[in-house]
């Protein structure tokens, strides 16, 4: 079979991208590297997808509209705690009078509405296969060989997977680091005295974030070392020790359910080899420390679509290297920034170095303060400058 694009992944990114293409009239085969024989967990994971991500989803993508009954959140409330608990540094974020910072959604509930769109969308083509080889490259296409032995062929592959043999396949660089951290995802149901504000606080132990996704739940994800004690805590012990930490913003709540994720640092030195595009995790996995992960998969996806709908209108092949060349340029400075600035601040700010924590304490004592810097960063986090010329 040919198609146009052709997408190996079965995460949002994967699903996203074969929804824009689809809907501009792209044909596109979406591969799913989901193992048919083992149970779907219906995970706790939630997103935090930014005002500049859910508004260009919005205008894309009629499913989204059901976002809007989730809590918009205003205010992003951070805390970093010294080295002996006994004092903090508070800096908060607010959005404009009429605009929000963004909206926490569930992974599960994405992934729902993006099924349904996917099923709806006749020029996608699905297919099952945990493994694939790429079999040939040249300029006009790549060729795939499906597990079950059938051949596909492609302007243009996208690769939305983290198998790692697949990715290898690519001859594309990676820079990879295991954090030695695992993240405790933890589902709560409670009385949120403030579900239009994210809080996050940094402590000794790693950052804990509190992200209400409606009146009465959130999620909490607390960054952990491997050998913390917190990992092994039941859920009684663990209430007890979040009630510590979060009394300020909720009370009176009760874990539903824990998952443990390990935390992983992907880098891709490059977006894309001859025919072969990067787009999700696989790209750019960051630590989750400030929420960004999907807002820049979102930010590649929304600027490939661009650049493909513009060259192909002058009269360009979709797989011509300039087009791909110009993408990657595009977005090398965003992803690395993002990248490697998360991965440098939460080793900031979880520091146990006496220096370096009254250090950070005192920087953000005047970041608190500058007007300036907290607009910056406000700018960023919700990609309001970058989705203007969509």
């Not at 493909?308 to 595009?330: A, T």
């Not at 601040?345 to 009254?358: D, E, H, P, R, Y």
Request: proline share 2%.
């Amino acid at each position: 079979m040919k198609y146009e694009f052709t997408i190996f992944g079965s995460g949002i990114s994967a699903k996203i991208t074969s929804c824009l293409l689809a809907r501009n009239g792209f044909n596109v085969c979406l591969i799913s590297d989901k193992d048919e024989k083992q149970e779907t967990p219906n995970t706790n994971l939630v997103t935090f997808l930014s005002s500049g991500s859910l508004n260009y989803l919005s205008l894309m993508l009629p499913e989204v509209q059901l976002f809007n009954k989730s809590p918009e959140i205003k205010i992003i409330k951070c805390e970093l705690n010294s080295l002996n608990e006994k004092k903090s540094q508070p800096i908060e974020f607010k959005s404009g009078e009429e605009e929000n910072l963004g909206k926490i959604i569930k992974n599960s509930y994405i992934e729902e509405l993006l099924d349904k769109e996917i099923h709806q969308l006749r020029n996608i083509h699905m297919i099952n296969s945990t493994q694939l080889k790429i079999t040939e490259k040249n300029s006009d296409s790549v060729k795939l060989k499906l597990v079950n032995g059938e051949n596909i062929e492609t302007e243009i592959f996208i690769l939305s997977s983290t198998k790692r043999d697949i990715a290898e396949q690519t001859k594309i660089n990676f820079i990879k680091k295991d954090l030695e951290q695992q993240a405790l995802s933890i589902s709560i149901k409670g009385d949120i005295k403030n579900i239009n504000c994210a809080f996050q606080k940094f402590t000794s132990n790693g950052p804990i974030a509190l992200l209400p996704y409606s009146k009465d739940e959130a999620s909490v994800v607390w960054s952990l070392r491997n050998g913390s004690q917190i990992l092994l805590k039941d859920k009684d012990k663990l209430t007890q020790i979040l009630n510590n930490h979060l009394k300020e913003h909720i009370t009176s709540f009760k874990i539903e359910s824990i998952e443990k994720h390990k935390l992983q640092f992907i880098y891709a030195k490059n977006l894309f080899y001859k025919n072969t595009v990067l787009i999700g995790n696989v790209a750019h996995n960051i630590h989750p420390i400030a929420g960004q992960g999907l807002n820049l998969s979102i930010k590649d996806i929304a600027l490939f679509l661009k650049q493909i709908n513009k060259y192909v209108s002058l009269g360009y092949k979709l797989n011509d290297q300039m087009i791909l060349e110009e993408f990657e340029m595009k977005r090398k400075l965003d992803n690395t920034a993002y990248s490697f600035g998360t991965f440098t601040l939460n080793g900031i700010l979880s520091s146990n170095n006496k220096f370096v924590n009254n250090t950070t304490h005192k920087g953000l004592g005047l970041v608190g303060k500058s007007k300036f810097l907290k607009k910056l960063f406000v700018r960023s986090a919700t990609g309001k400058d970058f989705f203007k010329t969509f």
